[in-house]
């Protein structure tokens, strides 16, 4: 098994709200490119959504969902040139959905967000032989 060298930073936090009818894509690409994050984390998230955007384990199409859905959990890492978020969602009855989000994401009452960045390193996505993505290659600023 390979292990990637860690990576070790100091970090600085930033809290944030974004109000009913936001695209959360948008706005954490805004607020990331406003504040010239290179090495973000989502570090707590909580709220609604009214329109939820996913795209499924091995599928290549986006799954638009729409009704009342309280954000269970969001994370991920977030850099200038683009971003790897997971979205876990459950419904009125408590029915959980989840998986890669999407841009079309909106909110419904709030969405209260901790963002975390890595002060002295930087993130970027390169391809990978290894999985055939794009994935995320750590390096010092």
């Known amino acids: 098994m390979t ?5 070790s930073s100091d970090a600085r936090f930033y809290a944030l709200r974004l109000l009913p009818g936001q695209e959360v ?6 607020f990331v490119q406003q504040h010239q994050l290179k090495a973000a984390w989502i570090a707590g998230c909580t709220g609604s959504l009214t329109d939820v955007a996913l795209r499924f384990a091995g599928q290549d199409d986006t799954t638009f969902i729409t009704g009342t859905w309280e ?16 979205l876990s969602v459950s419904d009125t009855q408590g029915t959980m959905r989840g998986g890669h989000m999407m841009p079309g994401c909106t909110v419904r009452t709030t969405l ?3 963002l975390g960045e ?3 390193l930087a993130f970027s996505r390169q391809p990978c032989v290894v999985s055939g993505y794009d994935e995320l290659v750590i390096s010092s600023r």
Do not use: K, M
């Open 3 to 7: 292990i990637i060298h860690p990576h």
């Open 25 to 30: 894509f948008s706005q954490l690409h805004a």
């Open 112 to 114: 209260e967000l901790v």
């Open 71 to 86: 954000v269970i959990s969001l994370n991920g890492t977030l850099e200038l040139t683009g971003e790897h978020l997971h």
């Open 118 to 120: 890595l002060s002295e």
